[in-house]
């Protein structure tokens, strides 16, 4: 497998974001394109967030992002606004494998030193390490298998199958 770098502006957040606070569960009841639900990402949390993220973006947070509800359109939201990477410190398990399925990268580590704007490089191989630009500190990052690797490089567990499934 080849190691790939790909660079983002951080977009802080805390802890224990559950993922009402990431698009309100009224918001599928309108719509479930990623286009419209983007609009309404973070909205009771930082309701400039929508209009300010750009693609590419990188959201971090610290404990427990994505609890609550395991409502599959707060990750369609989050990729619908062009992020690709979640880095926190842990992830509910029903986001991270949301995630997973839906082509986030969901990646774990340290986020403590990570400041909102901070420019950062990820390389995503067989180690995965986070360096901040303004602190030069690299994070290494809890790895994440290969085969997970693959589903996420793919766009997702439904992108992966049409590929390689022999259904």
Same mark, same amino acid.
């Given at each position: 497998? /080849?190691?790939?770098? *790909?660079?983002?502006?951080?977009?802080?957040? $805390?802890?224990?974001?559950?993922?009402?606070?990431?698009?309100?569960?009224?918001?599928?009841?309108?719509?479930?394109?990623?286009?419209?639900?983007?609009?309404?990402?973070?909205?009771?949390? @930082?309701?400039?967030?929508?209009?300010?993220?750009? @693609?590419?973006?990188?959201?971090?947070?610290?404990?427990?992002?994505?609890?609550?509800?395991?409502?599959?359109?707060?990750? /369609? @939201?989050?990729? $619908?606004?062009?992020?690709?990477?979640?880095?926190?410190? !842990?992830?509910?398990?029903?986001?991270?494998?949301?995630?997973?399925?839906? $082509?986030?990268?969901?990646?774990?580590?340290? /986020? !403590?030193?990570?400041?909102?704007?901070?420019?950062?490089?990820?390389? *995503?191989?067989?180690?995965?390490?986070?360096?901040?630009?303004?602190?030069?500190?690299?994070?290494?990052?809890?790895?994440?298998?290969?085969?997970?690797?693959? *589903?996420?490089?793919?766009?997702?567990?439904?992108?992966?199958?049409?590929?390689?499934? /022999?259904?």
């Amino acid at each position: 497998m /080849t190691s790939r770098s *790909i660079k983002g502006t951080a977009r802080r957040f $805390g802890d224990d974001i559950n993922t009402d606070y990431i698009i309100s569960s009224r918001r599928k009841r309108e719509s479930l394109d990623p286009d419209v639900l983007k609009n309404y990402l973070f909205e009771t949390l @930082a309701p400039e967030f929508a209009a300010s993220v750009a @693609a590419g973006d990188v959201l971090v947070a610290g404990k427990n992002f994505g609890c609550g509800s395991a409502m599959e359109v707060a990750v /369609t @939201a989050v990729i $619908g606004a062009g992020i690709r990477i979640v880095l926190a410190q !842990s992830f509910a398990r029903t986001y991270f494998r949301n995630a997973i399925n839906n $082509g986030l990268y969901p990646i774990e580590c340290d /986020t !403590s030193q990570i400041a909102d704007g901070d420019t950062l490089e990820i390389e *995503i191989g067989p180690r995965i390490l986070v360096r901040c630009t303004r602190n030069d500190r690299a994070i290494e990052a809890a790895p994440i298998p290969h085969d997970i690797l693959k *589903i996420l490089d793919a766009g997702g567990l439904v992108p992966y199958l049409r590929k390689h499934s /022999t259904f």
